[in-house]
C-alpha cells in the first residue's frame, strides 16, 4: 500500500487540475485511502503527479520495426546503450530502440500504456512475442484491414455481413485490440505498381470496391461490432503535397462513424508540388472541430534522423525515390505492405521546416484537447523519447518563437504558426499524453487517478523546463509498484496485453479454410494467435 | 615514448581502444597497466597482454605481432602512434588527426569513416579502407592513408574526400559508392568504380572496367602536378609530364552518376 502525498495532481479526466492532495494504492488500483503500518508514503512536494502518460499511435513491436532495426546498423551505434545488469537486459536506443530498450525509455518518460498501432494478421504471433519482452508499459494493437484481399473480395461481392465476421475472426486470430486501415485500397493497388490517389476510383483488380467504400465500411464494422477503439485510420495520400482535400474527403465520407485519424501531420499539406507545399492546419483544424465522431494524434516531425517505417508500401517507394537513400520493401501476401527508409528532417530544409509547424499548429488549433494526442508517429517523425521537446515547444511560446526565427524565410509564408499564441497548461498536457488517449483507446481503467484506475502514476519535478520535466519523471508508478525511483529504472515489471474478442459466427472458418488453401503459404490452422503466446493477457469481449 | 610490447598473441582478438596517444599521453605507467583491454567479453587489464616501458608522452609504440589486436588508435586527434610488427582490424577507424604507422600488414577497416590524419602501412592491408561502417552514408571525409602493398575488397567504399593510396594491387570494388575524394592504386581487380557518384580513381595499370564507365579522351590533368607534388612528400610517385605519358579518362557511373572519374595511365610509346 502507498500514499503519494504533497504533489499536485493533474487528473483531468476527474476534473483534478493542480489540487495538492493524496493519491492513495492498494493491490495495483487507485482507491481512497490506506491506512496501517505497511503504508509507504511518498512525498511529493514540489512535485506534479500525473495519469501515467498513454501513447495511442507508436511502432514498437513486429515485421516493420524489426525490419528497420535491421536496416539501421548506422544508428544503433550511436544510440545510447543500456548494458546488461540484474535489473536490466543489454540493448540500445536511438531511432529504432530494442525490445526491452524500448519499455525501459517509455518508462523514462512517465509512460505506462502503448498501442502498436499497425500489426499485419501474418506477423502478430511476431508482435506479441515482441511486446512480451516490452516491459513496465501495458499494450495493445492495432490489426491491418483495409488492404486484406479476403475482405475486399468480400466488399466487391456486396457481402458486407459476412465481411464483418471475417474482420472479426482476423481480429480475435491476431489477438488484437484495433482495427487499422494504411492508405486503403493503395497497399493492394501497390503490388499492381500503382497507388489508390482518389478515394472514388475503383481499387485496381477490383471494379466496385473504392478507398472510399473501405473506409466506410470498415467504420461501420468496427462500431457495429462495438470496439472499444474506434477505427484507426491512415488516410490515403499520406506525405503528398495538396492532400487535405482526400484528408476532409476522408472525413466526410466516414459519416458520423466513429474514427481515430492517426498522424494528422502527415496529412495537412496544401500545394501541388513540393516547391509549393504548405500548411492547411487551419482548414484541417476548422473542419476537424466540427466533427464530434473524430479523434486524431499529431505524428509531429522533430528535426533529426529518424527511419519511416509503414505499411504504405507505394509512398515508401516514392521517399526512396526523393532521398535515394537505402529502401526495405515487404510484401504481406494478402493482407498489405510494408516499406522502409531513413530519413533526416532537416530545419534548412523548406518542406521539412513545413511539417515541423504543421504538427504543432495542430495540436495548437484543434479546440479540443481530448481529442488531439501527442504523437510523433514514432519512429516515423522523431523517437518517441523526444516527445518532452515538443511538450516544452506546446507550453512556451516564446522558446516556439525563438524554434520559428531559425526556419528558413521561405517556409515562414507557408506556415500559420508565427500567428498562434496559445500555449498548453499542465492539465492540457495530461490530456494529450494520458487522458485523451486512454479516453479515444476505450480505456476506462487508464488515464486517470480517480478510485479503481490502475495505479499508473507518474511524479515530474515541476520545473519550468518543461523539456528536462517531461524527460525525466522522478517516481514512476505501474499498477502499484514503484518502477521508477529518483530518476533511475529500480523495478521490472511485466505490462499487460489488451485484446478484444468481438463476436462473429463460427462458420466463417468454412469460408476462409479454402481460401487459405488456397492462397496463403500458411496453413489455416497454424494462422491465428494461441493465447499461450500471450503473456497477462486482458480479454475484452465485445458485440 | 611509451612502448607496449606484446607478451604473446592472444587466442582471440582483444579489443584495445584505449590504445590511443590520447589516451596514454595523459597516464602514468601504473595508469597505463590498468588500462581496459576487453578479451572477449571479459574486461582485462592491460598488463596481462603487454609490458609498459617509457614515460607519459604523445608518441606511442608498439612491438609485436599485434595483428589480433583490434581499435589501435580509435578516434584519435594528435600524437604518433607507430606499430613495429602487424596491426589488427579497424586500426584508426574514427581517427581525426595524428599519425599512425605500421611496418608490417594491417588488416581491415583501417580508418574507417577517419576525418583527418594520416595513416602509413609498410605492408599489406585488408579490405574496406576509410571505408563507411556497414549502414553509414559515408566513409572517411579527410585525410590520407598510404599502403605499400595490396589491399583488399571495398576500399574507399562511400569515402567522401581525402586520398587512399595503394601501390599494390587492390581488389574488387574499389570506390564502391564513393562519393569524393581519390584513390590511386598501383592496379585493381574486378568491378572499380561501382556505384561510385563522385570522386577520382587513378590506376598506375590498365584495369577491367565496367560497362558503365565512358571513355572521354586522353590528357594529362593539371591538378595531377598539384597532387604528385603534394605525394612526394609521403614517397608517393605519380606520374604526370605528358613526355612519360598520358591518362585516359573515363567517366562513370552511369547506373547511378556520370560525375565520376576513373584515370588510366598510359605510358608513352
Redesign the interface.
Known sequence: MLRITGGKVYDPANDVNGEVRDVCISDGRIVDEVAGADVRTIDAAGMVVFPGGVDVHTHVAGGAINFARA?????H?DAAKFIHSPELRAGVGGATPSTFATGYLYAGLGYTTVNEAAVPVLSARHTHEELRDTPLVDKSCCVLMANNELLLDLLEEGETERARHLLAWHLWAAKGYGVKAVNPGGVTAWKWGKNAKILSEPVPGYSKVTPAKIISSLAAMVDELKLPHPLHLHCNNLGAPGNIDTTIETMKVLDGHRAHMAHLQFHSYGGDDWDTLRSESVRLAEFFNEQPNLTADAGAILFGDSVTITADGPWQHLLYQLTG?KWGNLDVENETGCGVVPYTYKGTNMVNAVQWAVGLELLLLIDDPWRIYLTTDHPNGACFWRYPEIIHLLMNADFRRECIDKLPEKALKRIYLPGIDREYTLSEIAIIISAGPARALGMPQKGHLGVGADADVALYNDDPDRERMFGHPRYLLKGGEVVVEEGDIRKMVDGREYIVRPSFDKNIEEYLRPLFEQYYTMSFDNYPVEMERLEGADIRECG | MITLTLKEQPEVPIEAEALSPDVVAELGNDELRALPIFFGKRQLRLEEFFEVEGEASEELEIHGDASRVKWLGRGMTRGRLRIVGNAGMHLGAFMKGGSIEVSGNASDWIGAEMSGGLIRIGGNAGGQIGAAYRGSLTGMTAGTIVVEGSAGLEVGMRMKRGIIVVKGMAKDFTGLEMKGGTIILGGAELRTGAWMKRGTIISLTPIPLLPTFAYNCSYNPTFLRIYARELETLGVSLPFEESEGSYELYSGDAAVSRKGELLVWQPAG
Open positions: 536496416m539501421t546498423p548506422e544508428n551505434r537513400r
